[in-house]
Structure formats: C-alpha cells, structure tokens
C-alpha cells in the first residue's frame, strides 16, 4: 500500500510538472519592413533597410529571446527621387563617413533581457553591433500571433558614426546632423 501512494504521488508530480520548451519563429524577411528616419538642422530624410535574417524565441506564449541580422547594403532613402539627391545620399550613407557597407555589410541584434510589461508587450534590451562596435539599446516589443513591432532610437555617435555631428564638431550650422535616428521594425512570421 505504501509502494502504491508513494507510485501515485511521483505520478501526480510527474503529470502536474510541464516543461515548456522554446519555440523559434523564424521572421519572413521578406515580408517584414525596417524603416529610417534621420534628422537634420533643416529637415529630415527616411528610407529602409532590409531585414536578411531573423527569429523569435518563444516560451509558450512569451518572447525569451530574438537575434536579427540586417543588411547594411540594402540601404536607400524613399523621400528622394532618382536625380534629387537620391543616389548622392545613398553613397554618402553606404560610404565610412556612415556605415561604411563594404567593410560591415550587416549589422545584428540580439536580445540580451525581455521582461514583459503587459499582454504581449515587452521591455527588451539588446546588443546592436554596427561598423563592429557592439553596444545595449533599451525598447518596447509588442507582440500577436504573426507579428511584431518596435521603435528603436539610436544614437549614431555610439558606433563611431560622428560625420555633422554637433556633438563632436563645432561651427555646423544649418549642416548639424542629429546624433539620434528612429528605427521602426514591423516584422512578420
């Protein structure tokens, strides 16, 4: 009889103890978006940036984790039209005063913490390497089934991207280019 409660017990343990495993959800790179905004003293450019990679991880129904890779050369302005500048900036960006695309064609993301703050939203602090300095960005992820977004705030200077910065240059003028720009990330798996 005691064999029997104590076989009993293991089983209602053994049953009332569920491990969750990690679910990765890949990102449809295709269908997902990254848009730019960058500021300046008299105005302002936005573009894309294509996603080349990515995924979420999963514990039931919470994000744990995500890494992303993103494709540096795939870089363009949308406020621009061919022969307004447009191909002008693109190089600029592209070229080491920016981003420096032949040397670091991508840039990555990978979450480091994620602590929910409601249904589907959370906190997330990542390390972003881009030029190959990596440093934490702090940002609200919100979650459904099939997607996600994010608004991201980077300050350029970080990663040794200091070109009309006024910050580190003085006498700019109406040439001052913002230290932060915005990231808005839509992605789909």
Known sequence: MKNLKTIAIALLVALGTVTVTAQI???DATKSSITWLAKKATGQHEGTVNLKEGALTFKGKNVVGGNFTVDMTSMITTDLKAGQGKEKLEGH??????????KFPTSTLVFKTVAAKGKGIYMVTADLTVKGITNPVTFDL???ANSATANVKINRTKYDIKYGSGSFFDNLG??????????TVNLKF
């Open 142 to 144: 919100a979650t459904t």
């Open 93 to 102: 960006l592209k070229s080491e005063d920016f981003f420096g695309t032949e």
């Open 174 to 183: 109406d040439k001052v280019i913002y230290d932060d720009f915005d990231l």
């Open 25 to 27: 959800k890949k990102v």
